[in-house]
């Protein structure tokens, strides 16, 4: 099937879409970007995205002459031309091609992005029901990383160790061994003492959509929340360890750096999340 991406006000075969070599994306990672799930050709959690996009762009000041509606026509469209049911859509916005040189350029328009592919979710699905593999991995990111920017070469690098490991994903730790998030999810236990935990928001992380979605459906579900760090030590006594994220719901961590977590099978809370989670995202699509 052919494969169709958006660049800058037109849409082109995927093969041959190309952004300039002097793109601030490319020169600086100075852009920014978003990521949403597509069900049955639909985004889910639509409007959080949306509006952390336009908070990434907001930090960064980069000004698109675009409406967030004419942004959600390209990522339907997108979607629409590639004709994915089930998948992710993902949008980045940099400042614009210019002349290399750090300061920001003046009068340059931001280049806009779109790509959309589908995904088997029964793979993630079978992961899932198993549980997945994690590693720890000192998190040297840099000190703003509640913007989504594509300065994503530190959580490359942490992915890549956990790959190599034969984990699914690298749960990053401060030089105080405290759990800061995933490579490219946020994480959650539920510690020895029976509590939920994630850290909170005032920490240098990224303030995932679907944490907030789920931390709506925790307290739906009467589940107390305790919005505090946690360190690595906790996580490997903790009875449950699962991460969440746009692109992988909620995923049960049955074990971390080759130690067992809990009883090394997903546990009932990161499995009733998933589900509770799964069925309101389908849902609320649009
Ligand atoms: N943390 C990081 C570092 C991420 O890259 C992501 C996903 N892009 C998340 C957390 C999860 O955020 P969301 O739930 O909005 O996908």
């Known amino acids: 099937m052919s494969r169709v991406a958006y660049v800058n006000g037109t849409y082109q075969a995927h093969g041959n879409a190309v952004v300039h070599?002097?793109?601030?994306?490319?020169?600086?990672?100075?852009?920014?970007?978003?990521?949403?799930?597509?069900?049955?050709?639909?985004?889910a959690d639509y409007e959080g995205h949306m509006q952390r996009l336009g908070r990434s762009l907001t930090e960064l000041r980069i000004d698109i002459p675009m409406t967030a509606q004419a942004l959600?026509?390209?990522?339907?469209?997108?979607?629409?031309?590639n004709r994915v049911?089930?998948?992710?859509?993902?949008?980045?916005?940099?400042?614009?091609?210019?002349?290399?040189?750090?300061?920001?350029?003046?009068?340059?328009?931001?280049s806009v992005i779109v790509t959309s592919k589908p995904?088997?979710?029964?793979?993630?699905e079978a992961l899932a029901a198993k549980g997945a593999a994690a590693v720890s991995?000192?998190?040297?990111?840099?000190?703003?990383?509640?913007?989504?920017?594509?300065?994503?070469?530190?959580?490359?690098?942490?992915k890549q160790a956990?790959?190599?490991?034969?984990a699914y994903e690298a749960i990053l730790y401060d030089e105080m061994g405290m759990v800061t998030e995933g490579s490219s999810t946020n994480a959650w236990i539920v510690d020895e003492n029976g509590k939920l935990r994630t850290r909170d928001t005032q920490a240098n992380i990224l303030r995932g959509i679907t944490r907030a979605a789920i931390m709506k459906l925790v307290?739906?579900?009467?589940?107390?929340?305790?919005?505090?760090?946690?360190?690595?030590?906790?996580?490997?006594?903790?009875?449950?360890?699962?991460?969440?994220?746009?692109?992988?719901?909620?995923?049960?961590?049955?074990?971390?750096d080759g130690e067992k977590i809990g009883d090394g099978k997903p546990g009932p809370i990161a499995t009733l999340l998933r589900q509770v989670y799964l069925a309101q995202a389908r849902r609320e699509a649009i």
């Open 21 to 43: 070599i002097e793109d601030r994306g490319f020169q600086f990672a100075d852009g920014v970007y978003e990521v949403w799930s597509v069900f049955d050709g639909k985004l």
């Open 72 to 81: 959600g026509v390209v990522l339907r469209e997108t979607i629409r031309r």
């Open 85 to 110: 049911r089930n998948g992710i859509v993902y949008i980045q916005i940099t400042r614009g091609t210019a002349p290399r040189d750090h300061a920001f350029p003046k009068g340059v328009a931001p």
């Open 119 to 124: 995904i088997d979710l029964s793979k993630g």
């Open 137 to 158: 991995h000192p998190d040297t990111r840099w000190g703003r990383c509640d913007i989504k920017t594509v300065g994503l070469l530190p959580n490359a690098l942490a």
């Open 162 to 166: 956990a790959r190599e490991k034969g």
């Open 219 to 256: 307290a739906e579900e009467g589940i107390e929340l305790d919005e505090r760090a946690f360190s690595l030590e906790e996580a490997k006594r903790a009875k449950e360890l699962f991460v969440t994220a746009a692109s992988s719901f909620v995923m049960p961590l049955v074990s971390l």
